[in-house]
């Protein structure tokens, strides 16, 4: 790219840093000394994707192989945007200053639906044709990955081909695979019936949806040279050899998260039903407690933060978190380093273990309460008591905590508006909780913030026979909520229900919802996960345009017979096993965690043994 | 306890950072570099750092000299410091010496800067030879209030000159820049660009040294 043009480009926007990489870490190879060169694209802002651990984990991995050189993308904000239709530019790496139409593999992290319009528009921005099937001989393959591949089909029309799971190695094998076919000479569709041989390599390309006369799916027809259908996902099974980069890229210019992470746990035992991840990353694999001190010591001295963050769904389900905190603490203390540790559960700590992470923890005190009943707590799996949040709120009083926030989520299935209201009971009661202490904080008051989501049904849970409950209904309970409030030390927030609604058909859709993401992006949608880029309208001009019953995807509720869009792909959980964790559900009987017992989610067909068995 | 002044460059994309992010990164770099550095003792303690004279986000440096404390008293060796640091600092930002304070920052008074803006060269050369042989040059700035306030920029020009290299005007100016006033090169460029209705292809300005009152430089 042109220098000059770039200067001028950089010196007209807000945060021009977003876009010059360089920082320490960043990786620098001679282009010609590399077989493929892939193009890691994260479809959302320089800062949302430089806090993931993907971004860390893919760029190290890729890059630690001699035949691969991997450089980044994000996604320009608005003002850049403006700059590079002004002055006719391409999208760039970050790296080289290289157009995306210049890189072999083009992977894209899907981590969230409401990026989906931000893939399209990088592979514009980058002269790359929109279609799998547009796009021939000599093109770039494009690749998707992350937590949104277990429904890879609305977004399938734009993919060559999805990597299900865990990407550790499956990026690599892929970037082999093509330069391997491009030395036989192989043409574009020999070399994805070649990638399509990959464990966890789905190409959807190859397979042809049929669909019912009531628009329904009827299933699959494999193409000559497919695989079976489902494609299972990848698992990487010891955490202990995880590829796991102790010299990451540390940005110059502060990101969202802005500290190293260190993975303690993979999977959940928990199986609260409302959970994508708690089932997707299914079987629960834990990290040695010693190689997680030693981790969290290397990035420290490699990287000089200090602040460092233990990463998992749920930590203090780690067997060993107390051998953890005492590898840590005297240490954090020692080095000025800030240890923080979020997804820990109220009711899983002893007196010790308490007392060891009173140290640590100095953020304000939240619980993932997720709903006001204890009926509905049932209904969902998410086993804390209002007895656990209030004697977990009275322990953090005591201790001088003044605010408390509370998790909620409405719309869950079987909710009525006794409960919505509940959680602002339950809120009041905590405040009165609060003045009933003789020894609490004196002289301040108390703050309870409750946020409340909306529930979206995902794919491959419990839930995902279940539809979303309406933006109107959800208005309806989110004012009647915020008008049962009768405190004002009680603050409630909530989350709009228009772009859940659009989120829930995004997570649901088949292969046809792909026309109405090209449809709201052509209506000028990008950045939806940004209230200055989410335009309700335009999403619903983009469903009338495109002729996809928005309804019929995010309100339905599906039959357990019925052929789901997600069914292609295996991650794992099995139908069976979902169907009857629904059942249980709808009669709010709990499933006790994974260590107590196994619930035969079906993962184990993929290890071949017992989760938690003696080992 | 012991002080050590570090000098380095801020050049390339390196010039996008911030004030803050540059500080972020040497905050980090002296924390990865093992030196017993000093923190300061307030409530939120964090590395002791001074800047001498904080560059705008855009512009690049040849001369940026930064202050901070080494607890113990044993001397460290130059090439140590600048090594260490350097190791953990991004593309950019490249310490060039190290050594302890000979003045205070207080006594840094002006700096000298190359401006290079691309563009019509000739015609704003002829136009600049007009606009700084004026005996009052306009220049308006807001105040941290958000007052306007309009002064005279020739009060803070020390020494000024220009020349023109491959369709380049390069200006060289010596400007005010201590603790109490000082007067930005780009505000003194715009203003001459938007009086002569001129539009630069691109502008890249560069602290080349910073001064003292006597116009030596600032060690």
Known sequence: MNETVFNRMLSAVQKPARYTGGELGAVYKDPDSVDIRFAFCFPDLYEIGMSSQATQILYSVLNKDDSIWCERFFAPWFDMREQMLTEGAELVSLESRTPLNKFDVIGFTLQYEMSYTNVLYMLELGGIKLFSRERGEGDPFVVGG?????????????????????????????????????????????????????????????????????????????????????????????????????????????????????????????????????????????????????????????????????????????????????????????????????????????????????????????????????????????????????????????????????????????????????????????????????????????????????????????????????????????????????????????????????????????????????????EGSIFDGWSEGFSYEKWLEAFRKSGIDADFYALRERDFDEFEPWDTVDYGVTKSFLKREYEKATKAQTTPNCREMCSGCGVNRFTGRECFAER | MQNVRVFFRKTGDARFLSHLDVMRCFTRALKRSGFNVWYTQGFNTHIYLMFASPLSLGFESEYEPMDFRIVDDEPVAESEVVERLNSGLPRGLTVFAASAPEHEHTDAAFSEWEIRVSGDADAMSSSFREFISKDEIPVTRKNKKGVEKTENAVEYIKKISFDTEEGCLVIRAVLKSDTSSSLNPSLLLNTFLNEYGLRAEDIRITRKSLLLQDLTIFK
């Open chain 1, 146 to 522: 992350g937590p949104c591949t277990c429904n890879p089909e609305p977004m399938a029309e734009f993919f060559d081909m999805f990597s299900l799971g865990d990407g550790e190695e499956t990026d690599n094998e892929i970037c082999h695979c093509i330069a391997e076919c491009r030395r036989k000479g192989l043409d574009r569709r020999q070399t994805l019936i070649a990638c399509a041989s990959i464990e966890g390599v789905y190409v959807p390309c190859l397979y042809e949806p049929e669909y019912l006369p009531d628009g329904r799916l009827k299933g699959y027809n494999a193409l000559d040279g497919a695989p079976a259908l489902p494609v299972r996902k990848r698992l990487f099974m010891d955490m202990d050899k995880a590829p796991y980069p102790l010299d990451p890229i540390v940005p110059s210019m502060s990101v969202i998260h802005d500290r190293p992470s260190v993975e303690v746990l993979r999977g959940c035992i928990r199986g609260c039903r409302f959970c994508q991840a708690g089932f997707i990353y299914r079987p629960f694999r834990c990290k040695d407690a010693s190689l997680i001190c030693t981790q969290a010591r290397a990035l420290i001295d490699n990287t000089g933060y200090d602040e460092i963050s233990l990463l998992s769904l749920s930590t203090s389900d780690h067997p060993h978190l107390e051998d953890i905190l005492d590898g840590l603490i005297d240490w954090s203390v020692e080095k000025k380093v800030n240890l923080s540790l979020p997804s820990l559960r109220v009711d899983s700590f002893s007196g010790t273990l308490a007392q060891k992470l009173r140290q640590v923890r100095e953020s304000g005190l939240t619980f993932a309460a997720e709903a006001g009943t204890q009926r509905l707590r049932n209904v969902i799996n998410k086993n804390i008591t209002e007895e656990e949040i209030l004697s977990g709120c009275e322990d953090a009083f005591m201790n001088g905590y003044t605010a408390v926030k509370l998790y909620f989520m409405l719309g869950l299935p079987t909710e009525t508006d006794e409960d919505v209201l509940a959680i602002s009971a339950l809120c009041q009661k905590i405040v009165d909780l609060f003045y009933s202490l003789p020894n609490r904080p004196k002289g301040r008051s108390v703050t309870v913030s409750a946020s409340v989501s909306c529930f979206i049904p995902k794919p491959k849970t419990p839930f995902e026979f279940c539809g979303f409950n309406g933006v109107e209904e959800l208005r309806r309970k989110q004012q009647m909520l915020v008008g049962s409030v009768r405190s004002r030390k009680i603050d409630i927030s909530y989350h709009d229900s228009e772009t859940s609604y659009i989120e829930t058909v995004l997570a649901k859709g088949d292969r046809r919802v792909h026309e109405a993401v090209l449809a709201a992006y052509r």
